[in-house]
């Protein structure tokens, strides 16, 4: 049975921001004990943008959210909803949103964060269609944004290679019969928690010098354990979406799967049966951003003119939690 939204509800407009400080492999070797050829074979990465100190998700959010608005020609007190998937949040509390809705000026808007870590964008997009679905709301903008480089630690060699900073924003309206979101599932097996996490600093392990000297505060992970996981879900959510949908992947215009290793994506490909050309790659220059992988490859891809209006665009991905999950859309702007 397809989770299709009792009305047509697509994206209208997209944009992007990633902050200036491009840090290359080899900048990196100058610091610790890699290299571009450790790095680039093995996860497609060559570069990644890291914020300076003092920035937030939020300075990049809105600029991203600004752009989407400018393209689609929408003022920001128009905006409804804010909805920002994030697991670098400013600050626990109050939201990115609520920053977020204050720099742009979204007078009229309710907001909130939602934290499903490299699924937190797809999550987040049909959560706020579906608030638009009900008849509810009309006007959603949804940004996936992270500053991963504030939760690296940069003697955990394998890690800290991986992750970029970035923000991608989507304005969610109600489109016409046929066109937007068409399907999607979404999935999560908290027992796979443990294998890619930051364990300290939440309620369970109040930050205190003991968390700190632990170095806690930083992105864990088993590294194979989340790849194999991965690509098993990423490919049976996609191919369920396709199956179900009664496509076949030829019929797609674009693939964009999260952008967390070049291997994992060509993998879940390979058992799509899926041509390679049709996958959206942007970790080669900004690594995995987390919930800004999906939103920006989808505004890089639309910029570079891959997709066009009634494009059928599949969405994947998988991240701690263990979360995961698809959507399947006609392309609406
Ligand atoms: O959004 C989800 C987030 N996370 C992921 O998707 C991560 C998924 N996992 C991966 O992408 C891969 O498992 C990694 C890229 C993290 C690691 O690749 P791998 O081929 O599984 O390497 P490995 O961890 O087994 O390490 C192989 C070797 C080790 O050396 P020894 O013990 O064999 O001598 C590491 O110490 O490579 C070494 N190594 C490095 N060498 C140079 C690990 N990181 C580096 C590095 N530079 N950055």
């Not at 290299?35 to 914020?51: F, K, L, M, N, Q």
């Not at 638009?132 to 009309?138: K, R």
């Amino acid at each position: 049975m397809t989770r299709r939204l009792a009305r047509p509800v697509g994206i209208t407009a997209t944009g992007q921001h990633y902050p200036a400080n491009r840090v290359t492999n080899d900048d990196l070797s100058k610091v610790i004990e890699t290299s571009d050829e450790w790095i680039r074979p093995r996860t497609g990465i060559g570069a990644r943008h890291w914020v300076e100190p003092g920035q937030g998700a939020s300075d990049l959010a809105v600029p991203a959210l600004q752009m989407a608005l400018d393209r689609r020609g929408m003022g920001a007190e128009e905006l409804e909803v804010i909805i920002v998937a994030t697991v670098t949040p400013d600050t626990f509390f109050p939201a990115t949103a609520c920053r977020v809705q204050d720099a742009i000026g979204a007078k009229n808007a309710f907001g909130f964060d939602l934290s499903a870590a490299c699924s937190g964008f797809l999550y987040a997009l049909t959560t706020g269609a579906a608030l638009i679905a009900s008849g509810t709301y009309t006007k959603v903008a949804v940004v996936g944004v992270d500053i991963m480089s504030s939760i690296i630690n940069m003697e955990d060699r394998a890690t800290c290679v991986l992750f970029g900073d970035g923000a991608g924003a989507v304005i969610l309206e109600p489109v016409a019969e046929g066109l937007g979101i068409l399907d999607f599932e979404h999935r999560v097996d908290g027992s796979g928690g443990c294998l890619l996490q930051m364990p300290a600093g939440g309620s369970r392990k109040p930050a205190s010098h003991a968390t700190v000297d632990a170095k806690e505060h930083y992105v864990h992970q088993s590294g194979s354990e989340v790849f194999k996981s991965a690509v098993r879900e990423m490919a049976e959510t996609s191919r369920l979406m396709l199956d179900r949908n009664g496509f076949v992947p030829t019929d797609l215009r674009l693939f964009v799967p999260h952008q967390a290793n070049i291997r994992i994506m060509e993998a879940a490909a390979k058992r799509l049966e899926l041509p390679l050309d049709l996958m959206v790659v942007n970790i080669n220059e900004y690594a995995n951003t987390t919930a800004a992988t999906i939103p920006t490859a989808l505004h890089q891809s639309r910029e570079a003119g891959r997709m066009q209006k009634g494009d059928l665009v599949l969405l994947s991905a998988f991240g701690a939690g263990f979360t995961w999950g698809a959507v399947l859309m006609r392309w609406s702007c």
